[in-house]
Antibody, heavy 121, light 108 residues
Framework: EVQLVESGGGLVQPGRSLRLSCAAS????????MHWVRQVPGKGLEWVSG????????VYADSVKGRFTISRDNAKNSLYLQMNNLGAEDTALYYC??????????????WGQGALVTVSS | EIVLTQSPGTLSLSPGERATLSCRAS???????VAWYQQKPGQAPRLLIH???TRATGIPDRFIGSGSGTDFTLTVSRLEPEDFAVYYC?????????FGQGTKVEIK
């Protein structure tokens, strides 16, 4: 059974940093690209960032480019999102998401339950 | 970026009825790279359809995806009680991949 478990969310002040982690199990992690997708509670979905199976291809939404860094550790079956210079607009539930492909295709077949990030003073 | 507009915003139907959800793209989506997701309250989205018309693993055949170019449709042939939820379309043929704003299917 595929499982994606996010951690690292919480309340953070504007301008500060936070690092999300995602522990993956139930599939061959290094065979697939991975993504972060966020959702403001009660609102729609916004893709944030994606990383290919071997980390050679990394893409970001314009809204987070230069502030967020996605990475993965295939030996630990883990995905990360380093978020710097956070603003109120980054407040959302952040989902760790598995791609259907090894490249950053953007087709998402499994989702975690999400980690809530709240940016507030 | 490609903007996806879903209609209607809310669909009020009874169990057993047919639901037709529309997703219109601001420009043509290459290779019909459109997916549909279902989201229930308090849950993560679930993939229903990819490639515009291919059902994901374990998805019942009452969920039917169709369309090409800029117009895509998700049809639920006969609504079951568990189908009342929010549905999102997504295009992944052009970077950045984008989502529609969602259609809520509620019990009438």
């Amino acid at each position: 059974e595929v499982q994606l478990v996010e951690s690292g969310g919480g309340l953070v002040q504007p301008g500060r940093s936070l690092r999300l982690s995602c522990a993956a199990s139930g599939f061959t992690f290094d065979d697939y690209a991975m993504h972060w997708v966020r959702q403001v509670p009660g609102k729609g979905l916004e893709w944030v960032s994606g990383i290919s199976w071997n980390s050679n291809n990394i893409v970001y939404a314009d809204s987070v480019k230069g502030r967020f860094t996605i990475s993965r550790d295939n030996a630990k079956n883990s995905l990360y999102l380093q978020m710097n210079n956070l603003g109120a607009e980054d407040t959302a539930l952040y989902y760790c998401v598995k791609d259907i492909s090894y490249i950053v295709a953007g087709n998402f077949d499994y989702w975690g339950q999400g980690a809530l990030v709240t940016v507030s003073s | 970026e490609i903007v996806l507009t879903q209609s209607p915003g809310t669909l009020s139907l009874s169990p057993g009825e047919r639901a037709t959800l529309s997703c219109r793209a601001s420009q043509s989506v290459s290779s019909s790279y459109v997916a549909w997701y279902q989201q229930k309250p308090g849950q993560a989205p679930r993939l229903l359809i990819h490639g515009a018309s291919t059902r994901a693993t374990g998805i019942p055949d009452r969920f039917i995806g169709s369309g090409s170019g800029t117009d895509f449709t998700l049809t639920v042939s006969r609504l079951e009680p568990e189908d009342f939820a929010v549905y999102y379309c997504q295009q992944y043929g052009s970077s950045p991949q984008t989502f529609g704003q969602g259609t809520k299917v509620e019990i009438k």
